[in-house]
């Protein structure tokens, strides 16, 4: 996945969020990934983050000391959210297992989630690292935690100098980098930083910010992104030899593609023309085809803009359109910053501090917004999942490659109930999560119930008192938590159990009469008896179902939720004499 550069942006800008709509009209759920086991915001600053294509893991760094038990650090250190099951692990780990003896710098994650470049301080993650406390970088495989450090030339050597992560490939096989060393290649001649791609399959360093002719250019250039295939690279640079005619004078945004040896500029205007104003960034879709950035020029587009907005480049077609406008077509009134592209570039998340982009657009912070290219919509998703609005900037926007997705860091205390740490921390907005949702169904179409004994639709298998099969459901709302888990269709005065599980059997386990897709950590929520067949769960005397789950509201913990019951009869489906109702889900 790509991973937005820190940059210093004017005008007190930050790193844009997906932009806001009015919530009637806007869908999803906002929850915080850089959270403690018990359920609220970590205690320190985080950092970086990324986020794998489906949306599922999130990447990022933070000094906070309550996220994981050891082996912590002194400063910011690397975790993985798995914003499915809600656990957090560290990443960054000695080569003895124990605390990295420097700092988490930047970080990006690959498509699948299983492998995550990062930089570092830290001297001892691999052996033989012995350029001191400069920053190097670093692949590490999520499956087994094995780390190698990418910061090094095709020998193998690390060179003395600073490097910092620019993006990973889908597969992890390929890492660019901004590096000081001029040793990683031989054409490296200019004394300034330069972009490079690690290949980690074959351990070969290639240097990508050069002309066409694989000359390096005549100063600075920043990696930024890299395309899923390792073939594209964007950079950020101030040379004005990469590509000719380029008499500006200042920053441009470049691609390189590393197959047929080309480099081209993004940042231009119709016809090729270079921009009047400086441009940085540079952050690719997936698929290499399109390249976003942001920019002072005034005339990139037809019509021209005012200010710094954003803009995206289609590399086939040579168009650059403006991406921060309104759903009108509208450019904002305030600086637009960094942004993240969909695997086909269509949907764009960015960061903005123009207020006229949504409506109800009141809170005065910079905020977070995607453009839908096609559909020439633009929504905020930077609020909590009620709608409220964040009461501080967001920072450091990454979005999912299906579109889904957006990671974002704010210091916004507002969109989670337990954020009380005065410090940024990490979220993600689903766009399209929908309420709880049912499963483990009763009814024979996807799984036999133990003896034949089919419940209704939707429902769980057949008891020997009620045919229909006892029902689980629910009403209300997770934010703000209203919720009830309503049990029906079950014997007039069974006792019942409200079950909770972390995770979901792969295929329903036969269970007494029924079946039970509850799996994992299993526990025993609340107790009960029904009333004419029908139960509710939280009771009236009870806490909220988010404090009885140990799920705060916008977590993001996900719970599966199962009624166990007594069934009448032995001899209805033998020798068993209890059952269990469908299952529901329900992400907090």
């Known amino acids: 996945m790509k991973r937005p550069r820190l940059t210093a942006v004017p005008l007190g800008l930050v790193l ?132 190698v450090r990418t910061s090094v030339g095709s020998n193998g050597s690390g060179g003395f100098g600073s490097s910092y992560v620019g993006g990973i490939s889908g597969d992890g096989r390929f890492v660019a980098f901004t590096s000081t060393v001029s040793s990683f290649a031989a054409a490296d001649t200019n004394g300034r930083e330069d972009a490079f791609v690690r290949d980690v399959v074959l351990g070969t360093t290639e240097l990508v910010s050069v002309a066409a002719g694989g000359t390096s250019g005549n100063s600075y250039s920043l990696a930024s992104s890299i395309s899923t295939d390792g073939r594209f690279v964007a950079f950020e640079s101030g040379a004005t030899d990469l590509v000719p005619n380029d008499t500006n004078a200042i920053n441009d945004v470049f691609v390189r593609d590393r197959l047929l040896g080309t480099t081209v500029r993004v940042s231009v205007g119709p016809l090729g023309v270079q921009g009047i104003g400086g441009s940085a960034g540079g952050w690719l879709s997936a698929d290499g085809s399109r390249a976003g950035f942001f920019s002072f020029a005034t005339n990139l587009v037809t019509g021209g803009t005012f200010g710094q907005h954003v803009f995206v480049h289609e590399l086939a077609t040579g168009i650059t359109t403006l991406v921060d406008v309104n759903s009108q077509g509208l450019q904002g009134n305030a600086p637009g910053g960094t942004c993240s592209l969909s695997s086909d570039g269509r949907i764009i998340a960015f960061m903005s501090q123009s207020t006229d982009l949504v409506a109800n657009d009141t809170n005065g912070w910079g905020d977070a917004f995607v453009r839908d290219m096609n559909s020439g919509t633009t929504t ?190 032995a001899s209805f489906c033998p020798p068993a004499t209890f059952n269990a109702s469908n299952a529901v889900r329900v992400v907090w």
């Open 16 to 147: 844009l969020t997906l932009s806001s709509m009015e919530r009637s009209a806007a869908q999803g759920r906002t929850s915080i990934a850089s959270i403690t086991p018990t359920g609220v915001a970590g205690n320190g600053v985080c950092w970086g983050a990324s986020i794998s294509s489906d949306g599922r893991s999130v990447a990022f760094t933070s000094e906070a000391s309550d996220l994981v038990t050891g082996p912590g650090g002194a400063g910011a250190n690397l975790f993985l959210r798995d914003m499915l099951t809600g656990s957090v692990r560290q990443l960054d780990v000695s080569t003895t297992g124990g605390a990295p003896d420097g700092t988490a710098q930047g970080v990006g994650i690959s498509a699948d989630g299983l492998h995550v470049a990062f930089g570092s301080t830290a001297f001892n993650l691999v052996p033989n690292d012995n350029n001191g406390h400069a920053p190097d970088t670093f692949l590490c495989d999520v499956q087994s935690g094995a780390i």
């Open 380 to 569: 905020r998703v930077s609020t909590a999942t009620t709608g409220a609005q964040g009461n501080a900037d967001v920072l450091d926007v990454v979005l999912s490659s299906d579109g889904r997705s957006i990671a974002f860091r704010t210091g916004a205390s507002t969109l989670f109930g337990g954020d009380s740490n005065g410090a940024y921390d990490v979220f993600v907005h689903d766009r399209f999560a929908v309420g709880p949702e049912a499963f483990c169904f009763g009814d024979g179409v996807l799984s036999p119930c133990p003896c034949g004994n089919s419940g209704a639709t939707g429902h769980g298998c057949a008891s020997s008192l009620v045919a229909a099969g006892a029902l689980l459901a629910t009403s209300g709302s997770t934010a703000p938590d209203t919720l009830q888990l309503l049990g029906s269709s079950r014997p007039n005065t069974a006792s019942v159990v409200y079950l909770q599980s972390t995770d979901v059997a792969a295929s329903p386990y036969v269970f007494g009469d029924g079946l039970r897709c509850v799996d994992g950590n299993i526990r025993r929520l609340r107790a009960t008896v029904c009333t004419a067949g029908a139960c509710s769960v939280p009771l009236f005397s009870d806490p909220l179902l988010s404090v009885m789950s140990h799920t705060p509201v916008g977590s993001g913990i996900v719970a599966n939720y199962q009624l166990y019951y007594r069934n009448a009869s």
